[in-house]
């Protein structure tokens, strides 16, 4: 299957298609005059790509699970599960931290709005 077919077939870009490859997550071989052709499997390896990339994974923890990915987009070997809850920690704390921000930022709105109605009066 040549790069756009599979572009078609999965609904991602033939860009994106190329930076899975960069990125050791997709793999083609070459024709004599160069085109990529991939595997019968390529639709069903960019599915999971997507699945676990909406699932807030990097490509770089991608790149090391994905072989341990089976069945459907989103089965993952239990003894990966160690990774994926320190990736869903990460997260977490993320959330934390984009929360005290908020609070912060919500609070300065609050100062300066108040001065604003203050000065209006």
């Known amino acids: 299957m040549k790069i756009g077919e599979l572009a078609r077939e999965t609904g991602v870009s033939v860009r994106l298609l190329r ?25 069903a390896v960019v599915r999971r790509i997507r699945a676990l990339l909406g699932a807030g994974l990097p490509t770089r923890v991608i790149a090391e699970v994905l072989d341990c990915v089976c069945g459907s987009e989103a089965e993952i070997e239990p003894c990966l ?41």
């Open 19 to 43: 930076y899975y490859e960069e990125q050791g997550l997709l793999a083609s071989e070459r024709t004599p005059g160069g085109q990529r052709v991939y595997g019968p499997d390529a639709p």
């Open 81 to 121: 599960s160690p990774m994926l809850v320190a990736q869903l920690d990460a997260i977490d704390e993320k959330i934390q931290d984009l929360q005290g921000t908020r609070s912060s930022l919500a609070a300065l709105v609050a100062v300066t709005e108040g001065r604003q109605l203050a000065t209006a009066d």
